[in-house]
């Protein structure tokens, strides 16, 4: 699965070469950039978020400051490094916003896209209200999705950069900031945390 | 190791990221430790959930979505958009509406201010008379008691008592009236023969109403002592011949008017001459504007007032300036 993941990444001698075509003018190469790496960033924004519609929303939004400031990047860091810390603090921000806190306990799991076929549409409450009935996977994804989501955002975030997206430590610690040692007792309290939620599940 | 720091180590234990030898004595801690391993079993089916969920794919018309939002102006670039293109017309638009709102703002400024003059303004005598009793602390409080039917009487906008408001000196003129012309040929003669036109009965009243017990009042006083009279001016003062050109009673009706102005608690500031001999003096004082009321009263009964004197609406102000003329009727 991580393997699938960073071989969807693509590279990022592409990526280079996408983003100097855009910044000479190339408006489609940035369409390119999008395509390449929107569902690896939707997948990241939904796990750090737990709600379609807003990790949509998200990341059109971390697209659309990456498009802002494109023109500017220095080939400084990695590209996909950029856009993650982009998407990161696109998220980190919708999480403290009033507005997200007051939905959090409705945990929406749709999908809006024609395809559906991989992310059925699922609403839940809480726990109680899982439907038993529901497919093995679905029932997996709603529950932890849910305990991910109990989780504080920094542990969240790191866990899912590298469990969910595959990176390594120092690519965590270059997208979230902190440092190396910060990265490690954050994922191993998270992995441990997430392990006593799902005692019964896992 | 105990169970606990071990516990913290199985997350970096499982990524294989330790180092040879904290990851040797984490093995051998296992070897022995059936909680450790129980838990590191499923920690990494923990791990394994996480890395083996299908990831949750962006809807399919992501990018059509993103180049509509893209293309979308932002809701102040909307606003900004509605308010100004085009520039041409609806800067300029803007520009006209906003001189006009802004003279339209002074205009009304200028109304009201016009307006509310006249309602501070003094009233008429009769209108002062009957509101003497009740002090009158904002001239918008001011009603006038009327009868049912009885017709509001027409009012006269009267003068502006800005003096109160900037600290003018009220203006007083009291008419005099002289029953001979003034003679300085026979100086002796002219205490005899000048007689102005004040009462002897009003003087009285005045005595009577200053009411100050163990003080002295000079209008009870004998006509025959007029020399003290004007003494009381020389000792205040500038002593000048003009006076005896005007006669000892007005001598007598000026030290009155200091001697009021020293009994409401006032302070006589000065006593101006005029240039021209002959002419009679004004004096400059200062008096509390709670006794205003009073002054003016007992004033009007030692001379009379050549105009009905002001009323004092704004009683705000500690002390108030007076400058009493005195005006000679032929």
Redesign the interface.
């Known amino acids: 699965m991580r393997e699938k993941i960073k071989k969807s990444g693509g590279s990022s001698k592409e990526d280079a070469t996408l983003i100097r075509a855009f910044q000479a003018g190339n408006r489609s190469a940035f369409d390119q950039l999008v395509v390449k790496h929107k569902d690896k960033l939707f997948n990241l924004c939904f796990w750090v978020l737990g709600d379609y519609h807003e990790a949509n929303d998200s990341a059109q939004e971390t697209f659309i400051k990456v498009f802002r400031s494109l023109k500017g990047f220095r080939f400084e860091s990695a590209f996909s490094t950029w856009l993650h810390r982009i998407a990161i603090n696109t998220c980190k921000n919708r999480l403290k916003s009033l507005e997200y806190r007051k939905r959090k306990k409705m945990v929406s799991l749709e999908n809006s896209g024609p395809a559906g076929e991989t992310n059925p549409s699922l609403e839940i409450q809480d726990e109680a209200q899982s439907p038993l009935s529901r497919l093995e996977s679905k029932e997996k994804l709603t529950l932890i999705s849910e305990a991910m989501n109990s989780l504080p955002s920094e542990q969240k975030t790191v866990m899912t950069l590298r469990d969910i997206e595959g990176l390594s430590y120092e690519e965590i610690a270059r997208i979230t900031g902190f440092n190396l040692g910060t990265v490690k007792s954050r994922l191993s309290r998270a992995r441990l945390d997430l392990r006593r939620k799902l005692r019964s599940v896992i | 190791m105990e169970c606990a720091g071990m516990?913290?180590?199985?997350?970096?234990y499982?990524?294989g990221?330790l180092d040879a030898r904290t990851r040797a004595t984490v093995d051998e801690h296992l070897l022995n430790c059936r909680d450790c391993k129980e838990?590191l079993a499923?920690?990494r089916?923990?791990?394994r959930?996480?890395?083996?969920?299908?990831?949750?794919?962006?809807?399919?018309?992501?990018?059509e979505?993103?180049h509509d939002?893209?293309a979308s102006p932002s809701l102040f670039a909307k606003i900004i958009r509605k308010l100004f293109v085009p520039m041409r017309i609806k800067v300029p638009l803007e520009f006209a509406s906003a001189v006009a709102m802004a003279v339209l703002v002074f205009a009304l400024v200028n109304v009201q201010q016009k307006e509310r003059r006249p309602s501070e303004a003094l009233f008429s005598a009769e209108q002062s008379k009957t509101r003497k009793d009740a002090p009158v602390e904002n001239a918008a409080d001011i009603k006038i008691e009327r009868k049912k039917g009885e017709t509001p009487p027409a009012y006269k906008p009267a003068p502006v008592p800005e003096r109160a408001r900037e600290r003018k000196p009220i203006e007083l003129a009291l008419l005099i009236e002289k029953r001979r012309p003034l003679a300085r040929s026979a100086p002796g003669a002219a205490l005899e023969t000048e007689r102005f036109e004040v009462k002897e009965e009003d003087r009285a009243r005045a005595a009577g109403m200053r009411a100050i017990p163990g003080k002295k009042t000079e209008a009870s006083e004998p006509m025959e002592e007029e020399a003290g009279a004007r003494r009381a001016i020389k000792d205040e003062g500038t002593p000048r011949d003009d006076v005896d050109l005007l006669g000892g009673q007005f001598n007598e009706t000026l030290s009155e008017v200091k001697n009021l102005i020293e009994d409401i608690d006032g302070k006589v500031m000065s006593t101006d001459y005029d240039a021209e001999p002959g002419r009679p003096p004004t004096i400059h004082a200062e008096i509390p504007a709670k006794n205003y009321d009073a002054f003016i009263n007992r004033l009007s009964v030692l001379a009379a007032p050549q105009t009905q004197p002001p009323t004092l609406l704004e009683k705000s102000d500690e002390t108030i300036e007076i400058l009493i003329r005195f005006i000679i009727a032929e």
Do not use: G
Request: hydrophobic share 45%; glycine share 0%.
């Open positions: 516990k913290e180590l199985l997350s970096e499982i990524d990221t838990e499923s920690l089916a923990v791990v959930a996480l890395e083996s969920m299908e990831p949750v794919k962006a809807p399919e018309d992501f990018l979505q993103l939002r893209m």
